[in-house]
């Protein structure tokens, strides 16, 4: 199997290392093309108005001067358009990509692309108790359960033009539950501050502060089950359109 890794937190993270070890648990043929310097929050986006430059870090290894997406699309186009990928895994993140945050994740998001090319994707994420861990945050519980984690979703049916989000506890290995399918959640929202401070020259500027509210989980969703010491595996798809309500509207310009 050739297997293609990625990533939002850039080629030095050490989640991508972590990816790698879970990733030559099933394959030794593997191409990594990731940004060269974290993109986190980039979500699809593209670098359309200026060119991006990629550096050869050894065999099979590209550093992307882009996004996620940049990344994904120089794999498929260029590094791999010989031999392209059977799975591509983007990952691990450092944080958790649960409920809303997978429309802002650029580590979803190049599974996202992965999976517009009719590619097997998965996007992997570690969640972690506290902010402000920096590189402290512990990855324990994706190496030890990485494996297990993917390896059923190698054989397992796959709708066309869908990715897998799977996302690890912020619990010791040996307090995870088990691994648990189950639905996106949505958090309530207004979790988004303004950090603003003011520079030596007097002018204002601002930190997007994203603090957790208090809030109730839907049952079975990734957002409780998380809560509740599991690993989520949730199956994503790229079609957006509410058909509830294309129904309505159908009615309304009938």
């Not at 993140?93 to 994707?121: K, Q």
């Not at 979790?191 to 809030?215: E, I």
């Amino acid at each position: 199997m050739r297997i293609l890794l990625t990533n939002d937190d850039g080629i030095h993270a050490r989640g991508l290392g972590v990816l790698e070890r879970i990733a030559r648990t099933i394959s030794d043929d593997i191409t990594i093309v990731a940004p060269a310097e974290e993109q986190s929050g980039k979500s699809r986006s593209l670098t359309l108005t200026e060119p991006f430059r990629v550096r050869r870090m050894g065999d099979g290894r590209y550093a992307v001067r882009g996004t996620p997406t940049d990344c994904v699309m120089f794999a498929l186009a260029e590094a791999m358009k010989d031999s392209p990928p059977d799975l591509i895994l983007s990952g691990v993140n450092r944080g958790g990509n649960l409920g809303e945050d997978v429309s802002y994740s650029g580590t979803v998001s190049a599974a996202m692309e992965g999976a517009l090319a009719g590619i097997r994707s998965v996007a992997l994420s570690q969640r972690y108790e506290h902010t402000g861990m920096g590189d402290q945050v512990p990855f324990d519980t994706a190496e030890a359960w990485g494996e297990r984690a993917l390896k059923p979703l190698l054989d397992a049916p796959w709708a066309p033009r869908t990715l897998v989000n799977i996302n690890f506890p912020p619990v010791p290995p040996e307090a995870v539950r088990g691994i648990k399918p189950v639905a996106q959640g949505l958090r309530d929202y207004g979790r988004v501050g303004l950090d603003k401070r003011v520079d030596p020259r007097g002018f204002p500027y601002y930190w997007l502060a994203m603090s957790r509210l208090p809030h109730t989980p839907d049952p079975d969703t990734d957002l409780e089950a998380i809560e509740q010491g599991w690993i989520t595996v949730t199956p994503l798809h790229l079609d957006l359109t509410h058909r509830n309500s294309l129904e309505s509207l159908k009615s309304v310009y009938c």
